[in-house]
């Protein structure tokens, strides 16, 4: 569960970047609203999925209240799930 959790995060990630810097570029600058219409509703699917795996696995795995408070935080941010991956997911070996 621990590792689709970390792919959605990725994938949660390159949403938003790709919302944040492609579909409002062209919304706002070439009049074009349909990527944002695409990506966003992509994004805030996978959004939804990241936040609710992120408090089942607060119930599972006996995740800190913290954690999965940092975890929230961090997923309204750019690159906040990667970092969030790199600080609070990767395997203990490869710290």
Request: aromatic share 18%.
């Amino acid at each position: 569960m621990l590792n689709g959790f970390r792919v959605l995060g990725y994938l949660e990630g390159i949403s938003f970047l790709l919302l944040v810097f492609v579909a409002m570029p062209f919304k706002y600058f070439l009049h074009e609203p349909l990527p944002v219409r695409i990506i966003g509703s992509l994004h805030g699917a996978l959004f939804v999925g990241y936040c609710a795996l992120a408090a089942l696995l607060y119930y599972k795995e006996k995740w800190p209240l913290q954690q999965l408070l940092i975890c929230w935080v961090l997923s309204c941010l750019p690159l906040g799930t990667f970092w969030f991956d790199r600080k609070y997911l990767r395997p203990v070996e490869d710290r």
